[in-house]
């Protein structure tokens, strides 16, 4: 099937995802100074609109005008008052529950909606285009959340050929593996790869080992959801022949930046507000989120470090600039048969549970891992077990978790928490 036609066809099953696309698109021909005046009017729009709609922003903004007098909402806002923070009334009816296993070591839950998921759709497909793709054309995602990867239904099927793009279970690898996922990107000729940056390195890696071609239709990797080292890129760019653009967001606040074609780091201020303040050891990144009428989040502290960049960009992207600091760093875990294990599943065995503050798990040998927990209540029996019956199962059966339940869990010297661990080979 023709782009075109997939293009046509995709329209036809999301109009309201193509129509706020048009509209990201048309906010991307603004000036600086008329995309600055835009972001100060949504931004206070947002304010009165959370003040106005929520009961945490009800009680937390009252009296407050200036961004910078605001508060700070924390991780453990989030997952104390995540009811408090769902706006009132009709828009409660559509929301869904979501989950993050939280990439800096603290997962939530968080409330979406069919719009916010649209709109994240349409964020994505205009930061692809800015390496030349083109709605229609093929995309293969490298990814490890369950959410993203389970089933396989008629309409699910549909829905990817119809999108052109396909995802594939990232979550674990070997050679094995890493041969598999070679052979299907030369056969299906794909303009795009997105995923993990651990997990597009490790393929690049095998792809110059074994001195494999990349398909001659690639125009961009799409690294996205961990550190991207200059190793990495350097990999990828030699192994598939094209650009490596960087990407930051979160699935609570999703398409927060992205490279552009002269390796800028843009910040979609169209989408959100962001702030670098003062922090330990490094300055940290403070998102407001200008488009979620849900559940507002304002002066989010994402746990990630950064700082805004002065100047322009000649690419042609009006948005602002920002460098990211060392965010979201984790190691891959080592099976005794030597598959390498992406953090993402151990982020999946926490989904959906409260009361956890901080989590790292640490690999201590190949069959031992030991979990060290802040939590409040600690964990039920059965909880415990569940995590160590889905380890042994989908993991390795003789591995074992330990789990320490501690009441503070220290971060590294640039002020980051690590929640993957590997002292193996130390």
């Not at 603004?30 to 206070?44: G, I, N, P, S, V």
């Not at 009334?89 to 719009?115: I, K």
């Not at 380890?391 to 869990?409: C, F, H, K, Q, S």
Request: one cysteine or more; charged letters at 25%.
């Amino acid at each position: 099937m023709s782009a075109g036609l997939r293009d046509w066809l995709h329209r036809r099953r999301h109009p309201e995802r193509f129509a706020l696309l048009d509209e990201l698109l048309r906010n991307q021909t603004l000036t600086r100074e008329q995309l600055l005046h835009k972001q100060r009017e949504d931004l206070a729009a947002i304010i009165v609109f959370a003040a106005a709609n929520s009961d945490f922003y009800a009680a937390h903004l009252a009296g407050r005008n200036a961004i910078a007098d605001l508060p700070i909402l924390t991780k453990d806002d989030v997952a104390r008052h995540r009811d408090a923070l769902l706006v009132r009334g009709p828009a409660r009816a559509g929301a869904l529950l979501g989950y993050t296993g939280g990439s800096t070591g603290q997962p939530l839950a968080f409330w979406w909606d069919r719009t916010k998921h649209e709109l994240m759709r349409a964020g994505m497909m205009r930061s692809y285009m800015g390496s030349g793709w083109r709605p229609g054309e093929r995309i293969v995602n490298f990814w490890g959340a369950a959410q993203d990867i389970r089933g396989g239904g008629l309409r699910r099927r549909y829905g990817a050929w119809v999108s052109g793009e396909t995802t594939l279970a990232a979550r674990e690898f070997d050679e094995g593996r890493l041969a598999q996922w070679a052979a299907f990107i030369q056969a299906y000729g794909p303009v795009l790869l997105q995923g993990y940056a651990s997990i597009l390195a490790a393929l690049a890696h095998h792809m110059l080992r074994r001195r494999i071609a990349p398909p001659a239709t690639l125009r961009g990797i799409y690294s996205t959801a961990e550190v991207l080292t200059d190793e990495q890129r350097e990999a990828m760019e030699r192994a598939f022949g094209c650009k490596v653009f960087n990407q930051y967001g979160s699935r609570e606040i999703p398409n927060i930046a992205c490279e552009c074609r002269r390796g800028n780091m843009h910040v979609f201020s169209d989408m959100v507000f962001l702030e670098s303040a003062d922090g330990d050891g490094a300055p940290r990144l403070l998102v407001t989120s200008l488009t979620n009428r849900l559940m507002p989040m304002i002066r989010y502290d994402i746990g990630d470090s950064g700082r805004l960049r002065e100047g322009g960009c000649d690419c042609g992207w009006p948005f602002p600039l920002m460098e990211m600091g060392m965010c979201r760093q984790n190691d891959l875990i080592r099976t005794r048969d030597g598959r390498l294990i992406h953090p993402s599943f151990f982020n999946g065995l926490l989904y959906g549970t409260d009361g956890i503050r901080a989590y790292r798990f640490v690999q201590r040998a190949p069959d031992h891992m030991v979990l060290d927990l802040v939590a409040d209540p600690p964990l039920s029996r059965a909880a415990e077990e569940a995590m160590r019956g889905k380890i042994g199962r989908e993991l390795d059966a003789p591995m074992t978790l330990a789990i320490n339940y501690v009441d503070a869990i220290p971060r590294t010297a640039s002020g980051k928490h690590r929640f993957v661990v590997s002292e193996l080979g130390r």
